[in-house]
Each structure stands twice: as C-alpha cells, then as structure tokens.
C-alpha cells in the first residue's frame, strides 16, 4: 500500500465535492441551515399557555391568583366568564389550550385555613403538553401567599383525559412514515430517468409535460395511500388508538395531502441532476418537516418566526389533523379549510413540477 497514491486518490475525492457547486452546498450550507434552524424550533418550552378564567368567587383572593399565574409568564387569559356547557366546545375550537375555574368561595375557606382547590381544565390531545401546563400552574398556584399547603389544583383532561401516549403519538408517526416513504419514492423517479438517459427518449415522444407527472405521481400515490390505510388499520387494531371523529374525513384528508407530499418529491426530483443530489435534498426538506411539524415538540413552543414557517410545513397540517379527528373528534366544519389549504398547496406544488420540467427538457 503506497501513502502517495492514497494521497493522490485523497485529493481527487476532496476536488470532486469542491469543485461541484450543488455537492458543496448539501455538504456544508445544508447542515449549518438545519443546525440554526432546528436548534431554535425545538424545544419542550410551551411558552404563555392561553387560559380562559371562569371565575365564580370574584374576590381579592381570587384575582390574585389570576394575577399570579399571568405574572409568571407561564400563562395569557385570553377570555374570562365563560359558560360551563361552552367549555368543550372552546377547547375543541382551540381558543384556548386551558379553562380556569375558581370556584364560589375560595377566599372564604382560605380565610377559614381550610384547603381550597381550583379546577385546570385542559385539552390533554397532546398528552406532553398537557402535563407540561399541568405541573407550570400547580408550581405556580402553590407557591402563592407562601402558603403552598392551602392550596390545590384538581386537573381534567378534555380528549385524551388520561394522556395516553400512543393515542397522539401513533397517528403523528403514521404520518412521518407515510410522507418520507412517498416523498424518497417520487424525488428519485425523475433523477433516474435522468441517469439513464431515458428522459431525452420522452422528449420526442408526444407525451406531454402534464401526463408526464401525472404518470409519475399516481403509481406513488397509490402505493402511500396502500402504506396509509395498512399503517391506520394496525394502529387501531394493534395500538388501539381512538377514532372519536370519522374516520373517512382521515382517508379524505390523506388523499389530498399525499399530492402535496408527492408533489414536493417531483419538484426535487425536476430540480437535481442525480438520484444522489435528490436524496441530499429530499432528507434536508423531510428533516426540517418532521422536526417542525409538532410531532415531538409542541408548536406552541417554538418562537414566532420558527411558527410562521412551521405554517408552510404540510406534515404539520396533517398530524395536526390526524390528531383532531382521531383524538378530538373533530368534524369537517373543523378540519375543512385545512384540507381546503392543502389542496391548494398540491395543486401550486404540481404545477411548479411541470413547469420545471418544461424546463428541464427544453
């Protein structure tokens, strides 16, 4: 074995990557973007839980206790003197993630030395979360007055009132399987017909840019929704997670945003020369997906802008969704516009996709 001939190979390796823009980039831009950006968007910090207070006691003792948790940061109010029977409903809406109730007179037993509770109402759909709010307000509530014996708070979980963490978590995993699946499949098909030359042979062909990816798109589409209805059936049968909501709301949902996750794939195949550049991108876009999507760490813990983009992210869309439907029961007055959006997005992403491959073929 000669070191000189290993250190001639050595730099040949070395000038490939630096002398190929696209590889440079996937090499070095790619990683210091992820870094930056996932290192800010996650993290189990929930930041101001939005809290509607009902307030039955209306005394000193009872506004400072409103006062205490807004004080700490923990906790908005976002709305006060709500009805009892509307309480599901806000929840489910997601006008807030908490109710507060202080009941009628909680400052008179405390003036008696008796111990007086508060009720946390709190939409436990993400369990995490829910346990999250639940430890922030009763550190918060006990530590009040100095007196952390007097005081409790007695929490109900609205959704997933055990916080089960399979019931939110499989369908969020379902979704994350059936995206990288799909998204890998279709971010190669155009890159290989590319590498072996076939792409010219189409050129000539009176088959058109539109039947072009719509031939590319619907084999894979088939074949991720088959991945999705096997992966819904033995989450049910062998995780036994709920189906509160209609299950065929799911299917219609799947449907459309499979277009937005297999479109995006046929972007980056028309985009990247190489199976080996489509898969640099495709892995850098289904990381910053995944990460963002609020599958392992709350939304509401990510700082505004991190939000904002999140809100361009479809994973997020759908394992919200998901989430809603199966846990919340969540109709489609609820989830309508969401999958309302994402057609909108499958149709924009697809058209990208041909347009592009005009490009590429001109």
Known sequence: MKIRTIGALMRKEVLQVFRDP???VQVLAIPLIQLVVLANATTFDTGATRLLVRDDDRTVASAAMVAELVGSGEFTVVGTAIAPDRIEA???RREAAAVLHIPDGFEASLARGERSAVQLQINAEEGAVAGLIQQAAQAIVERQGGVPSMLEVRQQGWFNPTRRYKDWMVPGILVSLTTIIGLLLTAQSITREKELGTLEQLNVTPVT???FITAKLLP??????GIFTVGLTVAKLVFAIPTVGAVPIVFLAAMVYLTV???IGLLISTVTQTQQQAMFVAFFVLLIFLLMSGLFTPLEAMPDWAQAVAHANPVMHFVKLMRAVLVRGAGLADVGPTIFGLGIAGAAVLGLAVVQTRKTLD
């Open 220 to 225: 894979f589409w088939m074949i991720a929704m």
């Open 261 to 263: 996750a297999l479109g």
């Open 209 to 211: 840019k539109g039947e």
């Open 22 to 24: 696209p590889t440079l």
């Open 90 to 92: 806000v929840l489910r």
